[in-house]
């Protein structure tokens, strides 16, 4: 059961480089996000995607793109990294069903250092 | 205003002592879901324990279990007989409302260190 695996688990980018975080999900999912988690603080919402096609933004979506072109995977495109960016990354899946709590399954979380 | 507020930066509790963790929520939806997730040094996020708006009844699982008062906003987890594997950092979490696809909006966490 690989449930929701994230690549690379740990990166290190220059200034102005370029690159896709992984996702995917084997749990028939419709329901991904990308959260992002700086040291000592919460988890902040990038962007999340309700199905194939739909994606929108979160709470911190400036520097991402995001696209769903299949139920199972989700990637994280970092445009002109920043060490702003610098931060783990998750990615999550739900799915809805009555009577279930409807919990978030993390991937692994990708560590990214941008100097 | 922080739609979740964990106001314990961090905890320390010695083995087989019961800890209570604080969580305070600001919503002006009616229905609403609120979680915990631990996440050891490890770093993976592991779903806890979940309390409904509508539920009447305190959830439990297992040692945990949350101390759910609707009035006063708050949904604080309580660990019961704590061991040395529960040392992690704890989020609380808070779904709004009931669309589907809806995200969770996390706290700051609290550090949990237990003791031997």
């Known amino acids: 059961n690989a449930g929701v695996t994230q690549t690379p688990k740990f990166r290190i980018l220059k200034i102005g480089q370029s690159m896709t975080l992984q996702c995917a999900q084997d749990?028939?999912?419709?329901?991904m996000y990308w959260y992002r988690q700086d040291p000592g603080m919460g988890l902040k919402l990038i962007y999340y995607s309700v199905g194939a096609g739909i994606t929108d933004k979160g709470e911190v979506p400036n520097g991402y793109n995001v696209s769903r072109s299949t139920t199972e995977d989700f990637p994280l495109r970092l445009e002109l990294a920043a060490p702003s960016q610098t931060s783990v990354y998750f990615c999550?899946?739900?799915?809805?069903?009555?009577?279930?709590?409807?919990?978030?399954?993390f991937g692994e979380g990708s560590r990214l250092t941008v100097l | 205003a922080q739609k979740i507020t964990q106001t314990q930066p961090g905890m320390f509790v010695q083995e087989k002592e019961a800890v209570t963790l604080d969580c305070t929520y600001d919503t002006s939806d009616q229905s609403y879901g609120l979680f915990w997730y631990k996440q050891p040094s490890s770093g993976e996020m592991i779903f806890l324990i979940y309390?409904?708006?509508?539920?009447?009844q305190n959830a439990t699982e297992g040692r945990y279990s949350l101390n759910f008062q609707k009035a006063r906003k708050s949904a604080n987890l309580v660990i019961s007989a704590s061991q040395l594997g529960d040392s992690a950092m704890y989020f609380c979490?808070?779904?709004?409302?009931?669309?589907?696809?809806?995200?969770?909006?996390f706290g700051k966490g609290t550090t949990l260190s237990v003791s031997s």
């Open positions: 749990m028939n999912h419709n329901y």
């Open positions: 979490a808070m779904r709004e409302g009931d669309q589907a696809g809806t995200a969770l909006i």
């Open positions: 309390q409904g708006s509508y539920d009447e």
């Open positions: 999550a899946s739900r799915s809805i069903r009555p009577g279930q709590p409807g919990e978030l399954f």
